[in-house]
């Protein structure tokens, strides 16, 4: 990883992602989580005050970048969750098949290389009846707004660490074999070529 990935990158992250909209889709999402939980992809820890420490049994967190996990291990959190972090990227999850009871997954789809084969690997470790909870952001439903995105994306994937602006998350989620129990849309504040935001609930039936 070069200098800029690893010193650099980490901070612009977690300023862009702890906007007063980005927190409140968390509070919608991560709450829900229970049991045994693997979050993919933690960043700079920000789900981590929004866990109810009360249903959680530990919290798997899943992040390949270093310099991510220096600002995640800083991050506000209550004493009583237990937090174990793991070097690694989405598309080699180290769990047993249909053990772990909650996925979190919020705005990491977009940054995932090969999200289909993070996805495959989220559904297969997931117990059957389990839960993934997602606040993404992803392709808009406007002709104009989707068209902006797929100009910008080469671009923006280069500055902005790998993040692509045009997914669509619920057609990724059902096409990995998730059922969708809650499937929200809406445009946040902000740029409408990066602020159209899915959250909801998926479950491996
Ligand atoms: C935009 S940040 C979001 C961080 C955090 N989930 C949040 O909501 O603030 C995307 C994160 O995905 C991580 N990431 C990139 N590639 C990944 C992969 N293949 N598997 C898991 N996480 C990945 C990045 O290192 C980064 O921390």
Redesign the pocket.
């Known amino acids: 990883m070069s200098i800029y990935q690893e010193k650099v990158l ?1 901070y612009l ?2 300023l ?3 906007s007063k909209s ?1 927190s409140k889709q ?1 509070k919608k999402v991560v709450p829900y989580a229970e049991g045994e939980v693997l ?9 981590f005050p929004f866990y109810d420490v009360q249903k959680i049994t530990k919290i798997w967190a ?4 270093k ?2 996990q220096v600002l995640a291990k800083k991050a506000p959190r209550d004493p009583c969750l237990n937090i174990e972090f793991i070097t ?4 080699e999850l180290p769990f047993d098949e249909a053990s772990i009871d909650t996925i979190v ?4 789809l ?5 999200v289909r084969i ?1 996805l495959q690997q989220m559904f297969k470790v997931l117990k059957p009846g389990g839960k993934l909870l997602f ?1 993404e952001h992803g392709r808009a439903p406007d002709a104009n707004i989707k068209f902006l995105q797929n100009l910008v994306n080469p671009f923006w994937r280069r500055v ?4 692509n602006l045009n997914r669509h998350i619920p057609n990724l989620l059902k096409e990995a074999g998730f059922i969708l129990q809650k499937d929200e849309r809406m445009y946040l504040p902000g740029f409408r070529f990066f602020s159209y935001n899915y959250w909801g609930t998926a479950v491996k039936s």
Do not use: F, K, Q, W
């Open positions: 980490p992250v977690d862009v992602c702890s980005a968390r979050e993919v992809g933690v960043g700079s820890g920000l789900n899943l992040e390949p970048s310099g991510m690694l990227s989405s598309e997954i919020t705005y990491v977009c940054t995932i290389p090969d993070a606040s902005a660490g790998g993040c």
